[in-house]
């Protein structure tokens, strides 16, 4: 066993192998590496990437996130890090998320081999995405798109639209961002058109409960300001049993106002849910006043999304997630 103190020891980062995970993995080795020896990167396989049936609802919960959580509880490895978005809001007993570092781009692109923007695709056009909220914000500016499943990684999705299967795909901007795909023809979608998933752009990093050096060091990389946005748009997905394939949308934004000695700093939440065919939206939003700098930050985030959970359960959101299962 390592030194309680954790002097000289080398952290292990378990990853799966697929490129996207493989980039959040030695990023978060490189911020670490700021802050302790640098840790060592352990890949594994995991069924998310190699599963190509379509995705339904139980048997895809966590898919993504299951393997590498099994690395740390095996001690293979000893910190998980995770797509936030991927990773069921439900914690594992023995594992406990201590950081989320600085959120990149949270919107969609439409990608399409010519990079069109979506009002110019044809009539009928047809769109490949496994995502409920992807599907219904679509459908909900044009009924006419045929929404078509899609899964795989980015690299198969994409050979797939150009072997013309699809006339366009929705991606994650971060993942295009991470891959360092820039030439790839796309345009991004406004957030009011298509509102991200609830921890979209995000990492989430994992340790296990009982590894004090390691929940010691890796809460070093935490950004209060991106943990508070994902906090409440996490609470709001738990409160409304949403799982991560339910057609449920949330951004929480923090805006700061005024500088010298009295910033005020504000975080807002707004989120969706939706009917499949798009046609029923439900919209809620709140913000609150919220101080970065203590310890209060996540409280004040849960409590955000609670409330804006709540005011949506109001407005019937209940049913329509339910009829998506
Ligand atoms: N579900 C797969 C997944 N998990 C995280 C990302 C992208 C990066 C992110 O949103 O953090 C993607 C691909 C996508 O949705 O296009």
Known sequence: MPAENGDGRVLRIATRESPLALWQARHVAGLLAERTLPPQIVPMVSSGDVDMRPI?????????????????????????????????????????????????????????????????????????????????????????????????????????????????????????????????PRVELPLDLMLPAPGQGALAIEVRGDDSHAVSVVSRINVPRSAACTSAERTLLSDLHGGCLAPIAALGTV??????????????????????????????????????????????????????AAMLIDQGAKPLIEAGR
């Not at 005020?264 to 913000?287: F, H, M, P, Y």
Request: with cysteine; aromatic share 2%.
């Open 56 to 184: 339904d609802g139980k048997r895809s919960v966590g898919v993504f996130t299951k393997r590498i959580q099994q690395a740390l509880l095996e001690d293979e490895g000893d910190v998980a890090v995770h797509s936030m978005k991927d990773l069921p809001t439900e914690p594992h007993p023995r594992l406990r998320m201590v950081a989320s570092p600085e959120r990149e781009t949270v919107a969609d692109c439409l990608v399409s081999p010519a990079g069109t923007e979506l009002e110019d695709l044809p009539h009928a056009a047809r769109i490949g995405t496994g995502s409920r909220r992807r599907a219904a914000q679509l459908l909900k500016v044009r009924p006419d798109l045929e929404v078509l499943p899609i899964r795989g990684n980015v690299q198969t999705r994409l050979q797939r639209m150009h072997d013309g299967e699809y006339d366009a795909i929705i991606l994650a901007a971060a993942g295009i961002e991470r891959l360092e795909m820039m030439d790839l």
């Open 255 to 308: 805006t700061e106002r005024g500088g010298g000695d009295q910033p005020s700093v504000t975080l807002n939440l707004i989120a969706r849910v939706l009917s499949a065919d798009g046609k029923t939206c439900l919209e809620s939003q709140a913000d609150t006043p919220i101080d970065l700098s203590s310890d209060d930050w996540q409280r004040v985030a849960i409590e955000l999304g609670r409330n804006v």
